[in-house]
């Protein structure tokens, strides 16, 4: 036996979580060899066609890896996706995502997914393993969560800067387009919560210095930041700098936390500190009701005198 073969095999053995294939180990050990390791347990079947080093620590991201490896050309998807993505909290769920035809026998808690549309080749790499990228995982879930757990996870990924709404109505329709299982859920999350939801910048400007070019507004700063004393305080979404007014708009994902609304009560206060006057509007103000937003802003506007 070649001692290169071997080394080859602990460095592939490394990137793959501690786990081999059959043809990995007939490669580097020689049949008779493979099957020596096989009956004295230094490698031990996880999987069909898949084995686990002895010694090697038995892992959530290693029972992944193994399902992969079983089911040639799959990714990791739904639940499992999520959880690589930060979207959701610890399940220990194995779900990865074939193409048909194709039906891997795994062995629980293994769950392969036959996804017609799916394309491994667009797959990301993450912890060495191939998994939908975010916005595909927050699709694919609603065909396993209830519509309340998929709405957690878009909110989360939405906070964390995942993916956007934008991207997400994109692939909602191209998908759907296509009659893809799941766009259903994710279609109606994304229709209640597209007008409550927290905008691009660009559009959140463009809806604000509309309503102030329409009803004849003062000129607004939008993204103003607000310093004291050579110190950043706080950047507000828009503000009448010179009468210490601050316009901010909440969106869905606004509170996605308790430490973010700890955070933004902190801001306001300061703010308030300093003379600043706050108003807050829902972007569903913005939208639905913008004849009272502009009210509300002229009457602060022309209560509060310029510095």
């Given at each position: 036996?070649?001692i290169?073969?071997?080394?080859?095999l602990?460095e592939?053995?490394?990137?793959?979580?501690?786990?081999?294939t059959?043809?990995q180990?007939?490669?580097?050990?020689?049949p008779?060899?493979?099957?020596?390791?096989?009956a004295?347990?230094?490698?031990?079947?996880?999987?069909p066609?898949?084995f686990?080093?002895?010694?090697?620590?038995?892992t959530?991201?290693?029972?992944l890896?193994?399902?992969?490896?079983?089911a040639d050309?799959?990714?990791?998807?739904?639940?499992?996706?999520?959880?690589?993505?930060?979207l959701?909290d610890?399940?220990?769920f194995?779900?990865?995502?074939?193409r048909?035809?194709?039906?891997?026998?795994?062995?629980p808690?293994?769950?392969?997914?036959?996804?017609l549309?799916?394309?491994?080749?667009l797959?990301?790499e993450?912890?060495?393993?191939p998994?939908?990228?975010?916005i595909?995982?927050?699709?694919?879930?609603?065909?396993v969560?209830?519509?309340?757990?998929v709405?957690?996870t878009?909110?989360?990924?939405?906070?964390?800067?995942?993916?956007?709404?934008?991207?997400?109505?994109?692939?909602?329709?191209?998908l759907?387009?296509q009659?893809?299982?799941g766009?259903?859920v994710?279609?109606?999350?994304l229709e209640?919560?597209?007008?409550?939801?927290r905008?691009e910048d660009?559009?959140?400007?463009?809806?604000l210095?509309?309503?102030?070019?329409?009803?004849d507004?003062?000129?607004?700063?939008?993204?103003?930041?607000v310093?004291?004393?050579?110190?950043?305080v706080a950047?507000?979404d828009?503000?009448?700098?010179?009468r210490?007014?601050?316009?901010?708009?909440?969106g869905?994902?606004?509170h996605?936390?308790p430490?973010?609304?700890q955070?933004?009560?902190t801001?306001?206060?300061?703010?308030?500190s300093?003379?600043?006057t706050?108003?807050?509007?829902?972007?569903?103000?913005?939208?639905?009701?913008?004849?009272?937003v502009?009210?509300?802003?002229?009457d602060?506007?022309?209560?509060?005198?310029?510095a």
């Open positions: 036996m070649a290169e073969h071997v080394a080859r602990d592939l053995v490394q990137c793959q979580h501690g786990l081999v059959t043809a180990a007939v490669s580097a050990l020689g008779s060899r493979k099957q020596r390791w096989v004295e347990r230094r490698i031990v079947s996880v999987q066609g898949v686990r080093m002895a010694g090697a620590p038995e959530w991201h290693q029972s890896m193994a399902a992969v490896l079983a050309g799959a990714v990791v998807s739904h639940r499992s996706a999520a959880e690589l993505w930060g959701s610890p399940t220990e194995v779900d990865i995502s074939v048909p035809p194709h039906q891997p026998r795994l062995r808690p293994a769950i392969a997914h036959r996804i549309d799916l394309h491994p080749e797959a990301v993450r912890e060495h393993l998994v939908t990228d975010p595909r995982t927050i699709v694919d879930l609603g065909l969560l209830a519509s309340s757990a709405g957690d878009m909110s989360r990924g939405i906070s964390t800067r995942l993916f956007g709404i934008a991207e997400l109505v994109r692939l909602r329709e191209a759907g387009r009659g893809r299982n766009t259903g994710v279609g109606d999350l209640q919560r597209l007008l409550s939801a905008p660009s559009l959140l400007e463009k809806r210095t509309d309503l102030a070019r329409l009803h507004l003062p000129a607004m700063a939008t993204q103003f930041e310093w004291h004393a050579g110190r950043f950047r507000v828009a503000a009448f700098p010179a210490k007014l601050a316009i901010e708009v909440d869905f994902a606004h996605s936390s430490e973010a609304f955070r933004d009560r801001r306001q206060n300061q703010l308030v300093l003379g600043w706050v108003l807050r509007f829902t972007w569903d103000d913005v939208v639905r009701r913008p004849t009272q502009v009210k509300t802003i002229l602060a506007v022309t209560r509060i005198p310029a």
